[in-house]
């Protein structure tokens, strides 16, 4: 079983939104690797607490990290990107791991477009297709599903969707030119939520969803400290099947 951890960055809001990107983010690792990364991850949270005290139990928000930092303000700025870049570093040497990117330029979308949807159904669909094709880490030769653990989301529209896909799923044809009808196979049952409190697989997707955003509409702060490098630094970890032609396997909706 693949599991595919999910959090974002932007919002889905055309009109009067502050974001011109939606992210979606999926961290998936294999059960069988599962307990393997969650202890790589518990390390990494044992050489934040011996370098910068924070606590196991303290939740890592990337966004709020730099702007709204609350008792971890008494940590220097710089270096609380610092943190964020070795949070990267670090995932980049877990070679369990991929991660999928799902980008939606909302600049140019019709009113009334589904960002939502659009971003959530591409996120599915690249992770269907990379299981069906067997193009994870994992046990080879030995059939494998996925399911979805997503951060806080809208949990009837995703679990309706899911349902929708796995009833009638129409995809292009790779000439550009007409559908066909594929429904979903391998992702199996509703989204599973998580509260990112609780969980170092949410935390970390998180984080690569704020440097992703990062790297395609960076801060003033960021591009000074050339912050929007980071998501670069993950590249031994990135699902390039997802999206072959770009260079970082970002997919671009």
């Not at 390390?43 to 990337?62: N, S, T």
């Not at 709204?68 to 943190?83: F, Q, S, V, Y």
């Not at 990379?130 to 995703?158: A, C, Q, W, Y």
């Not at 990135?238 to 770009?246: E, G, H, I, M, N």
Request: hydrophobic share 40%; proline share 6%.
């Amino acid at each position: 079983m693949y599991l595919m951890y999910v959090d974002e960055s932007g919002d889905v809001g055309l009109v009067g939104s502050p974001t011109r990107y939606f992210v979606l983010v999926g961290l998936v690792v294999h059960e069988l690797h599962w307990h393997e990364a969650l202890a790589k991850l518990v390390e990494f949270r044992r050489v934040l607490k011996a370098r910068w005290a924070i606590r196991l139990r303290d939740e890592i928000h990337a966004s709020p990290l730099l702007s709204r930092p609350g008792d971890l303000a008494r940590i220097a700025k710089h270096e609380r990107l610092e943190i964020l870049r070795r949070y990267a570093d670090w995932l980049a040497t877990m070679p369990y791991l991929r991660i999928i990117s799902v980008v939606v330029d909302k600049q140019g979308k019709p009113n009334g477009a589904d960002i939502f949807e659009s971003a959530w159904r591409t996120l599915i669909q690249r992770f269907e297709n990379t299981i069906s094709h067997g193009n994870f880490p994992g046990p080879l030769g030995v059939p494998s599903m996925g399911m979805l653990f997503p951060d806080r989301s809208d949990e009837k529209k995703l679990n309706g969707l899911l349902k929708k896909m796995r009833k009638y799923n129409p995809v292009p044809h790779h000439g550009g030119t007409g559908f066909r009808d594929l429904p979903i196979q391998y992702v199996i049952e509703d989204a599973n939520f998580r509260n990112s409190e609780h969980s170092y697989f949410i935390q970390s997707a998180d984080v690569v969803a704020y440097v992703l955003y990062q790297h395609m509409s960076p801060s003033a702060y960021i591009l000074r400290k050339s912050g929007n490098n980071f998501y670069k630094r993950l590249e031994p970890v990135l699902c390039k099947f997802a999206s072959p032609r770009d260079p970082l396997g970002i997919v671009r909706v």
